[in-house]
T-cell receptor, first 116, second 113 residues
C-alpha cells in the first residue's frame, strides 16, 4: 500500500519568512495529493490540493509542487503570518487497481509555528 | 449546502461502557464516508470507510465497528471501550464538486476513564 513520509515534524519561522514542508510517497499509481491545516482542537481543513497531471498549483500565499519522477510533493507558504501556525498534513491517494473509494494515506504532520 | 454533522461533540465514558458516535451528511448523495481517529498530538488513523449503504471496510482490527444504515449516515460503535480508545474521532465525506477530496466533520472528542 501507499506510504507517505512528511518532513520536518516541527518548523519554526519568523513572521514574513517562507515555510516549506515536504512529503514523499511510495506508490507510483498515486494521483491526488491534498494538504490539510489543523488548528488546535479543530477539524483538518483542506487548504490546497494537486492532481498528478499538473506540476504546480498556487493559491495566494500557498503553493504546492509535485515531482512525479521523484515521488515527492511540497507545500510552500510565503509571507507567513502568526495565524498560519497550525499542524499541516499531506496526503496521497492511490488509484492502484482502479479503486474508487478514494482512500487517503496521510503523512505524520508538521507543527508550524510562526513567531511575530 | 454541503455539511457534515457529528455528535456528540464531546463525550466522557468509563472503561467497559458502550459507544455510539453518529455522522450525517447534507448536500450530497451516495458519498464515500470515512471514520478517522486522532490520538492527542498524533496523526490521522483511518478506521473504516464505506462506499454505500451496508458496505463497510475496516482498516484496523480492534474493538470498534461501523455501520451505514442510510445513504448519508455513518455510525461508529463499540460494545466495550478501552482506555486506548480515547481520542478525537473525525468523520469525513466526499462531495461531488471535487472528486476524491475528503472533507472532515467537526469531530467528537472522546475521553475514556
Amino acid at each position: 500500500g501507499e506510504n507517505v513520509e512528511q518532513h520536518p515534524s516541527t518548523l519554526s519561522v519568523q513572521e514574513g519568512d517562507s515555510a516549506v514542508i515536504k512529503c514523499t510517497y511510495s506508490d507510483s499509481a498515486s494521483n491526488y495529493f491534498p494538504w490539510y491545516k489543523q488548528e488546535l482542537g479543530k477539524r483538518p481543513q483542506l487548504i490546497i490540493d494537486i492532481r498528478s497531471n499538473v506540476g504546480e498549483k498556487k493559491d495566494q500565499r500557498i503553493a504546492v509542487t509535485l515531482n512525479k519522477t521523484a515521488k515527492h510533493f511540497s507545500l510552500h507558504i510565503t509571507e507567513t503570518q502568526p495565524e498560519d501556525s497550525a499542524v499541516y498534513f499531506c496526503a496521497g491517494r492511490s488509484n492502484a487497481g482502479g479503486t474508487s473509494y478514494g482512500k487517503l494515506t496521510f503523512g505524520q504532520g508538521t507543527i508550524l509555528t510562526v513567531h511575530p | 449546502s454541503q455539511t457534515i454533522h457529528q455528535w456528540p461533540a464531546t463525550l466522557v465514558q468509563p472503561v467497559g461502557s458502550p459507544l455510539s458516535l453518529e455522522c450525517t451528511v447534507e448536500g450530497t448523495s451516495n458519498p464515500n464516508l470515512y471514520w478517522y481517529r486522532q490520538a492527542a498530538g498524533r496523526g490521522l488513523q483511518l478506521l473504516f470507510y464505506s462506499v454505500g449503504i451496508g458496505q463497510i471496510s475496516s482498516e484496523v482490527p480492534q474493538n470498534l465497528s461501523a455501520s451505514r444504515p442510510q445513504d448519508r449516515q455513518f455510525i461508529l460503535s463499540s460494545k466495550k471501550l478501552l482506555l486506548s480508545d480515547s481520542g478525537f474521532y473525525l468523520c469525513a465525506s466526499t462531495f461531488p464538486d471535487r472528486i476524491g477530496t475528503q472533507y472532515f466533520g467537526p469531530g467528537t472528542r472522546l475521553t475514556v476513564l
